[in-house]
C-alpha cells in the first residue's frame, strides 16, 4: 500500500504565497517522478509543475517565475512553494508519484487526497 498526505493549503490574498508539502509512504521501492496538479471547479485536472528523478522540472506555463518545486527524496516528499498568487490558482491540489512498489512489478501513478488552495482579490 502507497498513500501520499499533502498539507499547506489554505486561504490568502492575491499576492500571498503558500508552500504545499507531500509525503509518499508505504511499500516504497523507487521513486521516478513527484508532482502538483491542480483542479478548479468545472474544469479539467492540469499539471502544475514535475520533478524528475533526474532532477529535471517542468511547470505550466502560467506559473513559470512563481511557483518552485522541490524535491527531498530521502523523505520521499515533494514541496511546492506558491509566491505571487493569484485568485486564478485557486483550485484543489493533489500530489502525485510515479513509483515502484517493493517487491517489483510495474510502475503506477498514485495520488493524494487534495488540498484546498483558495486565493482572494
Known amino acids: 500500500q502507497v498513500h501520499l498526505v499533502e498539507s499547506g493549503g489554505g486561504l490568502v490574498q492575491a499576492g500571498g504565497s503558500l508552500r504545499l508539502s507531500c509525503a509518499a509512504s508505504?511499500?516504497?521501492?523507487?521513486?521516478?517522478?513527484m508532482g502538483w496538479h491542480r483542479q478548479a471547479p468545472g474544469k479539467q485536472r492540469e499539471l502544475v509543475a514535475i520533478?524528475?528523478?533526474?532532477?529535471?522540472?517542468n511547470y505550466r506555463d502560467s506559473v513559470k517565475g512563481r511557483f518552485t518545486i522541490s524535491r527531498d527524496n530521502a523523505k520521499n516528499s515533494v514541496y511546492l512553494q506558491m509566491n505571487s498568487l493569484k485568485p486564478e490558482d485557486t483550485a484543489i491540489y493533489y500530489c502525485?508519484?510515479?513509483?515502484?512498489?517493493?517487491?517489483?512489478?510495474?510502475?503506477?501513478?498514485?495520488w493524494g487526497q487534495g488540498t484546498q488552495v483558495t486565493v482572494s482579490s
Open positions: 520533478h524528475i528523478s533526474s532532477g529535471s522540472t
Open positions: 502525485n508519484a510515479v513509483l515502484q512498489q517493493i517487491g517489483g512489478g510495474d510502475w503506477g501513478s498514485y
Open positions: 508505504g511499500s516504497i521501492f523507487s521513486i521516478n517522478a
